[in-house]
């Protein structure tokens, strides 16, 4: 069992950067992949960014290569997402995820674990 939560979020303007960070709690986070995921009203839930454990292997949604960077501090049990250049589409819900099997999945049927959720909104 692990538990998350997220913080970081908050309004930013166009081109401006946010930090993310989701922190975990339970058991040794370092045994978890961890994605990121985002939501916004009356759209499903999409992939953002996963890291794999391990190795550390990255995945992005197209649409955030280059200007996002998730990475994770094991001995803080924490993973971050660095918002970079950010536009008024990446607004939405952002929530973190666990996944105990280490895969680094671009799926949310993968991930066992859900933060609360930290909103993000980015201005024009």
């Known amino acids: 069992q692990v538990q998350l939560v997220e913080s970081g979020g908050g309004l930013v303007q166009t081109g401006g950067s946010l930090r993310l960070s989701c922190a975990a709690s339970?058991?040794?986070?370092?045994?978890?992949?961890t994605g990121w995921f985002r939501q916004t009203p009356g759209k499903e839930r999409e992939f953002v960014a996963a890291?794999?454990?391990?190795?550390?292997?990255?995945y992005y949604q197209d649409s955030v290569k280059g200007r996002f960077t998730i990475s994770r501090d094991n001995a803080k049990n924490t993973v971050y997402l660095q918002m970079n250049n950010m536009k008024p589409e990446d607004t939405a819900v952002y929530y973190c995820?666990?996944?105990?099997?280490?895969?680094?999945?671009?799926?949310?049927?993968?991930?066992?674990?859900w933060g609360q959720g930290t909103q993000v909104t980015v201005s024009s």
């Open positions: 339970g058991r040794a986070f370092s045994s978890y992949a």
């Open positions: 890291i794999s454990r391990g190795s550390g292997r990255t």
């Open positions: 995820a666990a996944d105990n099997l280490g895969r680094g999945s671009t799926a949310q049927s993968q991930y066992d674990y």
